[in-house]
C-alpha cells in the first residue's frame, strides 16, 4: 500500500492550512488526553458478532451480483423470512447528493432482488431526508426527501426493481408514533419515530460508509435519525454532551430493535472528510461491500474501512485540511441548532469532540457496549471472495483487534 504523493503546491497549501486549524476552538478527546475508556469495559463472554464481505473491483460493479448474494447467504440463513412478509429498507438519505453521500442505487437493486427471490411480499423502500434539506413542521413544510431521492439517483432504481418509494414526512406530522430505548437510555422525552416500522415484518438498513463533521463516522448506528420526526432530530441535536449516546439509542426503540434483521453497508466509495454530504471521494481499486446481523459489527467494520481509506486513498492535502474540521464538529452542531430551530428558544450545550483514535472509544459506541453489558470477544469477518494485497485485511484486523 503506498499513500498518495502531493506536489509543493499541496505541500504548501496543506502547511497553511494546519495554521489556521491550530487558531480553531481546542477539544479535548478521549484518544487524545485520557485513557482508553473502553479498557475498563468487560469483555462479554461468548459475544463475537460476525461480519460477511466482498471485494468489488473498481470498475466491475456489473459483475458483483453474484458476490451481494455470496454475502447475504454468509450472513443469515433468512430463517426470519415468510413468504410474503413486508419488508422496510432504510436509506441513508441525508441529501439529495449521489452515493457515497446516500446509499448505493447498485447494491440496492441487487438486494431488492435477492429478497424478492426469498419470497418477501412488498419491499418498501425509503428514509426521510436531513432538516437542512427536507424540515416538515406541523404548520409549515420545506423540501421533500422524494425529490431528494430522485436526484441521488435512487429513485428510479427502487421503481425500476418493483419496490415501493416510502417517506417518512409524507404521511403527515401527526402520523408518527412515540416510543423509547428499551433499558437505562438518555432520552429525557419520548421519541417520536415513523409509524411505518408498525406496518412492515422487517427492516434492514441500508448506510454507507463516511465521514461526519459532527459524528465522526455515519454508518448504521447513526442511520436510525431518519426515522425521526423532527421535534425529535431537535431533542437529540440539541442534547450536549448525549448527542452521540442519543443516536445510538434511536434502533434500540422496540419497535426497531424487534424488526431489524440486517445491515448492508456498501463502501466501494467512501466519503473520506467533512461529511455527511460532501468531501473527499475515495475509490480504492478494491471496495468492499458488507453484511452484518449486528449493529456493532458493522460499525466497528465501517470504521476499519474508513480509517483505512483515510490513510492510504486520501490526499495529505486533504487530509492535513478537510480532515481536520471535525474539531468544529459542537461549534457546527450549535450553528445547526441555532439556524433550524432558534424561535423555540433551545440552548445547546457543547459536546465532546471525538478525534480518531482506538474505535472502540468512540462514544456512540462506548454507549452501545456499556448497554449491552460489555465489549466483545472479537469482530468476526468472512471474505467470500478474495484480493490482491493481503496487507489491506491484516491492516483492518489491527484496527479491529479489541
Same mark, same amino acid.
Given at each position: ?39 475498563? *469495559? ?174 465522526? *463516522? ?140 482506538? #474505535? ?8 452501545? #457496549? ?29 484496527? #479491529?483487534?479489541?
Amino acid at each position: 500500500m503506498e499513500s498518495k504523493k502531493i506536489n509543493r503546491r499541496e505541500f504548501l497549501g496543506a502547511s497553511a492550512a494546519f495554521a489556521c486549524t491550530a487558531m480553531l476552538p481546542s477539544v479535548v478527546t478521549a484518544s487524545e488526553d485520557t485513557e482508553s475508556p473502553s479498557k475498563d *469495559l468487560p469483555f462479554l463472554k461468548g459475544y463475537q458478532p460476525g461480519v460477511s464481505c466482498a471485494w468489488v473491483r473498481k470498475g466491475q460493479q456489473e459483475k458483483s451480483p453474484g458476490l451481494i448474494s455470496d454475502i447475504l447467504e454468509s450472513t443469515t440463513d433468512f430463517s426470519w423470512l415468510s413468504r410474503g412478509d413486508k419488508i422496510l429498507i432504510k436509506l441513508a438519505l441525508n441529501s439529495g447528493n449521489e452515493f457515497p453521500a446516500t446509499s448505493d442505487p447498485r447494491v440496492l437493486a441487487q438486494v431488492v432482488r435477492i429478497l424478492k427471490s426469498k419470497g418477501a411480499g412488498e419491499v418498501l423502500v425509503g428514509d426521510q431526508s436531513g432538516v437542512e434539506a427536507v424540515h416538515w413542521k406541523k404548520d409549515s413544510k420545506r423540501g421533500s426527501s422524494r425529490e431528494l431521492c430522485q436526484s441521488a439517483g435512487l429513485l428510479p432504481v427502487i421503481e425500476e426493481s418493483g419496490a415501493t418509494p416510502v417517506f417518512f414526512e409524507e404521511a403527515g406530522y401527526d402520523s408518527y408514533i412515540q416510543t423509547s430505548p428499551t433499558g437505562t437510555h438518555h432520552w429525557e422525552t419520548p421519541i417520536w419515530i415513523s409509524s411505518l416500522v408498525n406496518q412492515v415484518d422487517h427492516i434492514i438498513l441500508m448506510p454507507r460508509v463516511s465521514s461526519h463533521i459532527m459524528g465522526e *463516522l455515519t454508518s448504521g448506528l447513526k442511520l436510525g435519525v431518519g426515522f425521526l420526526r423532527e421535534d425529535s432530530r431537535r431533542d437529540f441535536h440539541s442534547g450536549g454532551e448525549i448527542f452521540f449516546a442519543m443516536y445510538e439509542e434511536i434502533a434500540q426503540v422496540p419497535e426497531i430493535s424487534s424488526k431489524l434483521r440486517l445491515t448492508i453497508t456498501s463502501g466501494r466509495k467512501v466519503l473520506t472528510t467533512i461529511g455527511p454530504d460532501f468531501g473527499d471521494v475515495a475509490e480504492p481499486e478494491y471496495g468492499l461491500v458488507f453484511a452484518s446481523e449486528d449493529l456493532l459489527a458493522n460499525e466497528i467494520f465501517s470504521y476499519a474501512w474508513l480509517t483505512w481509506n483515510r490513510e492510504f486513498e486520501t490526499s495529505f492535502f486533504a487530509k492535513a485540511t478537510k480532515g481536520n474540521v471535525s474539531r468544529l464538529g459542537s461549534f457546527v452542531n450549535k450553528r445547526f441548532v441555532k439556524k433550524f430551530w432558534s424561535a423555540e428558544g433551545v440552548d445547546v450545550a457543547d459536546f465532546q469532540v471525538f478525534r480518531p483514535g482506538n #474505535m472502540y472509544d468512540h462514544p456512540a459506541i462506548m454507549n452501545f #457496549m456499556k448497554r449491552k453489558g460489555g465489549k466483545p470477544e472479537s469482530i468476526r469477518w468472512k471474505q467470500v471472495n478474495g484480493i490482491p494485497d493481503k496487507s489491506i485485511p491484516e491492516y483492518m484486523n489491527q484496527l #479491529m483487534k479489541i
